[in-house]
């Protein structure tokens, strides 16, 4: 039996959408929705794994939907919704906490860096992650997941449960018409300019949500003073830009300044180079604000309006849980009988 291919991708509603997020997944989901059938999910399952404030979770989870809106997704054409509507993630992800293996887990470094030093005192939800998050992928069988750069070690996970499940249960796949196993190898799509923005405060961090200082990133919903005044502070070294790429190694905090300035203006990092080799940060931070400006006060403005209606958008996702149930459900017969379950 073939697969038909499928896009899947999730965003957590843990605050703060960034210009990672928006660079390194949501204009890729935007890119895809022309050419596939795709699923975006506000993954609000994965937000709890770290407590969250429940009434700052429903606005979290209403955020990224108008992000998703704001950006050009069309909730007509492609299934937007939030992941606890649709029972087949949890449920799924039960199954591969019996499919998974510890050791597969205990080399996953998001986990390690999230945890901190405080393992001890982290949800077991935060450990089996990549558990829940292989079955949201898996329970539509989708085929091509568009991630940052930081997801590619869970993909990969999710590809071993994949093969996994289809060899345990051989025989049972090929009983119930799925020879050669029931679900695909999902293929990361890691594509784009900037597949790994890095914090504005240290080069060698990713830019996240959940970073403390706020001065790390540009959120979605920054005005223009306060992109301008955290480009201002980023941080920088001493030195002039350099004209070639070559002159960017060891320079973390450079390139990627200008890396998010090339991804903003759709230019090549070379193309950047030779327009600015020479300049001061103070000169190039200035036109950075102004494209970065350019690009998010917009989306911002369509967020909050969006958000503005919030019965609107509680619709759009029960609506698009709906269309995503409608999905899961039968692939949750189909599994639950290659596994024996009776019913
Ligand atoms: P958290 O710190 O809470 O994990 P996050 O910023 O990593 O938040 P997620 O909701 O976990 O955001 O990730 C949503 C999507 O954004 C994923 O596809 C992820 O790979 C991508 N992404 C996250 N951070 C970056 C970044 N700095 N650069 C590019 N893509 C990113
Ligand atoms: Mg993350």
Same mark, same amino acid.
């Given at each position: 039996?073939?697969?038909?291919?499928?896009?899947?991708?999730?965003?957590?509603?843990?605050?703060?959408?960034?210009?990672?997020?928006?660079?390194?997944?949501?204009?890729?989901?935007? @890119?895809?929705?022309?050419?596939?059938?795709? *699923?975006?999910? !506000?993954?609000?399952?994965?937000?709890?794994?770290?407590?969250?404030?429940?009434?700052?979770?429903?606005?979290?989870?209403?955020?990224?939907?108008?992000?998703?809106?704001?950006?050009?997704?069309?909730?007509?054409?492609?299934?937007?919704?939030?992941?606890?509507?649709?029972?087949?993630?949890?449920?799924?992800?039960?199954?591969?906490?019996?499919?998974? #293996?510890?050791?597969?887990? &205990?080399?996953?470094?998001?986990?390690?860096?999230?945890?901190?030093?405080?393992?001890?005192? @982290?949800?077991?939800?935060?450990?089996?992650?990549?558990?829940?998050?292989?079955?949201?992928?898996?329970?539509?069988?989708?085929?091509?997941?568009?991630?940052?750069?930081?997801?590619?070690?869970?993909?990969?996970?999710?590809?071993?449960?994949?093969?996994?499940?289809? +060899?345990?249960?051989? @025989? +049972?796949? %090929?009983?119930?018409?799925?020879?050669?196993?029931?679900?695909?190898?999902?293929?990361?799509?890691?594509?784009?300019?900037?597949?790994?923005? *890095?914090?504005?405060?240290?080069?060698?961090?990713? *830019?996240?949500?959940?970073?403390?200082?706020?001065? +790390?990133?540009?959120?979605?919903?920054?005005?223009?003073?306060?992109?301008?005044?955290?480009? #201002?502070?980023?941080?920088?070294?001493?030195?002039?830009?350099?004209?070639?790429?070559?002159?960017?190694?060891?320079?973390?905090?450079?390139? &990627?300044?200008?890396?998010?300035? @090339?991804?903003?203006?759709? /230019?090549?990092? /070379?193309?950047?180079? %030779?327009?600015?080799?020479?300049? $001061?940060?103070? $000169?190039?931070?200035?036109?950075?604000?102004?494209?970065?400006?350019?690009?998010?006060?917009? !989306?911002?403005?369509?967020?909050?309006?969006?958000?503005?209606?919030?019965?609107?958008?509680?619709?759009?996702? +029960?609506?698009?849980?709906?269309?995503?149930?409608?999905?899961?459900?039968?692939? *949750?017969?189909? !599994?639950?009988?290659?596994?024996?379950?009776?019913?």
């Amino acid at each position: 039996m073939t697969i038909d291919q499928r896009v899947f991708s999730g965003v957590q509603p843990t605050g703060n959408l960034h210009l990672g997020n928006y660079l390194g997944a949501i204009t890729r989901f935007v @890119a895809l929705q022309d050419d596939y059938d795709c *699923m975006y999910c !506000i993954v609000d399952l994965h937000a709890i794994t770290v407590w969250q404030d429940p009434d700052a979770l429903r606005q979290n989870t209403r955020e990224v939907t108008a992000a998703f809106i704001a950006a050009g997704i069309d909730t007509e054409s492609q299934i937007v919704f939030n992941q606890s509507q649709v029972p087949g993630h949890a449920e799924l992800a039960w199954i591969f906490n019996c499919v998974a #293996r510890m050791g597969w887990l &205990n080399r996953m470094t998001q986990f390690k860096e999230k945890a901190g030093k405080n393992r001890e005192n @982290a949800s077991v939800g935060l450990y089996a992650y990549p558990n829940l998050m292989a079955a949201d992928i898996l329970v539509y069988r989708a085929t091509h997941v568009p991630v940052g750069q930081d997801q590619k070690q869970h993909l990969e996970l999710s590809r071993d449960i994949a093969q996994k499940f289809n +060899s345990d249960f051989a @025989a +049972s796949c %090929a009983a119930t018409g799925f020879e050669g196993g029931f679900f695909p190898l999902p293929e990361p799509l890691i594509t784009g300019p900037a597949t790994r923005v *890095m914090s504005l405060r240290n080069g060698d961090q990713k *830019m996240s949500k959940s970073d403390p200082s706020d001065l +790390s990133r540009i959120n979605l919903t920054d005005d223009a003073d306060t992109i301008a005044r955290k480009f #201002r502070k980023a941080k920088t070294d001493p030195e002039p830009l350099p004209g070639e790429e070559a002159g960017l190694s060891e320079r973390p905090e450079a390139g &990627n300044l200008v890396g998010i300035y @090339a991804a903003l203006t759709g /230019a090549t990092t /070379a193309d950047v180079l %030779a327009e600015f080799g020479g300049a $001061q940060f103070s $000169q190039f931070k200035k036109v950075l604000t102004e494209a970065a400006v350019e690009t998010i006060a917009p !989306i911002g403005d369509e967020m909050r309006r969006l958000m503005a209606e919030p019965a609107e958008i509680d619709r759009i996702l +029960s609506r698009g849980a709906a269309r995503a149930n409608e999905i899961a459900e039968p692939n *949750m017969t189909l !599994i639950k009988n290659i596994v024996g379950f009776i019913g």
